[in-house]
């Protein structure tokens, strides 16, 4: 789907996001997702379209440290908030604990929502960095993995709250 098709706005506007650390200025309409902006204006693509209505996941980015859904959010809503997609979290090669996890526990099958449970694992854990797998089951909730590996999800954030803290 194009932003045009998107957007039932009539003006286009201009909008400075602060997207991974790094200022971008995009022009698009109020309304326009801004899993859209990020894909076609910004050539972010590993956040990825899935239902399109919030209630997938995988889609899922971090604003201001906080999980969303950016199919339901309108560009127009983030203002200047941090925004971090799935592309702004390693430091070069040296990859997240999340990420590291995710590897290590094979918690992927299609890969496809891969990057929205890592988007969501990582505010879980900058939240409360020791969850049980009740809790992290719980937090997950929004994310649907439809190669069915949510148990490998569940291990991998157990096993990336530990390398966090220094776990080997």
């Keep these: 789907m194009s932003q045009a098709a998107a957007s039932t706005a009539s003006t286009m506007q201009r909008f400075d996001l602060m997207v991974n650390g ?6 698009t309409y109020p309304d326009t997702p801004l899993l859209w902006v990020l894909r076609e204006d910004l050539d972010l693509t590993g956040t990825k379209y899935g239902c399109g209505e919030g209630q997938c996941g995988a889609c899922t980015v971090l604003i201001n ?3 969303r859904k950016s199919c339901q959010t309108p560009v127009s809503a983030v203002g200047r908030a941090a925004i971090v997609t799935i592309e702004g979290l390693a430091q070069g090669e ?3 604990p999340v990420q590291q996890a995710f590897l290590e526990k094979e918690a992927m099958q299609c890969a496809y929502c891969t990057a929205g449970f890592i988007m969501t694992s990582t505010a ?3 939240t409360n960095p020791r969850p049980n797998a009740t809790q992290v089951a719980q937090f997950l909730q929004g994310n649907i993995c439809r190669c069915g590996t949510h148990q490998r999800i569940v291990a991998a954030v157990m096993r990336a709250s530990e390398l ?3 776990g080997a």
């Excluded at 790094?22 to 022009?27: L, S």
């Design 164 to 166: 966090a803290r220094g």
């Design 65 to 67: 440290n906080n999980p």
């Design 94 to 96: 040296k990859l997240t």
């Design 124 to 126: 879980l854990l900058r």
């Design 22 to 27: 790094t200022r971008r200025t995009v022009e």
